[in-house]
């Protein structure tokens, strides 16, 4: 399968703690999007990539939540010092231009 | 922020109908898009849509960008039971970020066989 890819899928954590997600997207993308979902909403835009640079922050993510995209291939989301309000599906989509193609999330639950 | 409403917010219809359902903004969108969502998974893309007054169909799937740039339509004809899960439209601004999508609430739509 050469959809896009993230793990781990569930993520159960006790508040305080640090938790790291990993996204592979489709292997010919240079966009990578990172997105939350809580329920009964949409995703809600988080940060993007164009190959390793970030070119684009949304003000939802705060100073504890940083992404990188070291080699313009995979990419990671750290949360730091979790908090209950953190709990929430994140999801990473990529794209060569506009249409966007999702992973299947990871789902976090901070304790 | 920018806000997509769109509506219905959840339907129940009977096997073989057709849905409707729309999303609309104040703002003006250059792209609409379609995704639906099963539970405990990422959205899937079931159509894209690049031009004012443009019309696209995938299978029983046809959906509409509004000639104003601030709406769009999804149509499902004879509804299956797979149809059930919940569809958002997201949309990216004509101005602004170029970046990222912004996505309606969802529509719920659960079929009875």
């Known amino acids: 399968d050469t959809g896009v890819s993230q793990n781990p899928r569930h993520k159960i954590t006790k508040r305080g703690q640090n938790v790291t997600f990993r996204c592979d997207p489709i292997s010919e993308h240079n966009r990578l999007y990172w997105y939350r979902q809580t329920l009964g909403q949409g995703p809600e835009f988080l940060t993007y990539f164009q190959n390793e640079a970030q070119l684009e922050k949304s003000r939802l993510l705060s100073d504890r939540f940083s992404a990188e995209r070291p080699k313009g291939s995979f990419s990671t989301l750290e949360i730091q010092r979790t908090e209950q309000g953190d709990s929430a599906m994140y999801l990473c989509a990529s794209s060569l231009v506009i249409e966007q193609f999702f992973g299947p999330g990871t789902r976090l639950t901070v304790l | 922020g920018q806000q997509l409403n769109q509506s219905p917010q959840s339907m129940f219809i009977q096997e073989g109908e057709d849905v409707s359902m729309n999303c609309t903004s104040s703002?003006?969108?250059?792209?609409w898009l379609w995704y639906k969502q099963d539970p405990g998974e990422g959205p899937v893309l079931l159509i894209a849509l690049y031009k004012a007054g443009e019309l696209t169909s995938n299978g029983r799937l046809t959906a509409q960008f509004g000639i104003t740039r601030k709406d769009s339509f999804l149509n499902i004809s004879a509804s299956i039971p797979s149809d059930v899960g919940i569809y958002f439209c997201?949309?990216?601004?004509?101005?602004?970020?170029?970046?990222?999508?912004?996505f309606g609430k969802g529509t719920k739509l659960s079929v009875k066989p």
């Open positions: 997201a949309g990216q601004l004509l101005e602004g970020s170029q970046g990222n999508l912004i």
């Open positions: 703002s003006i969108f250059n792209t």
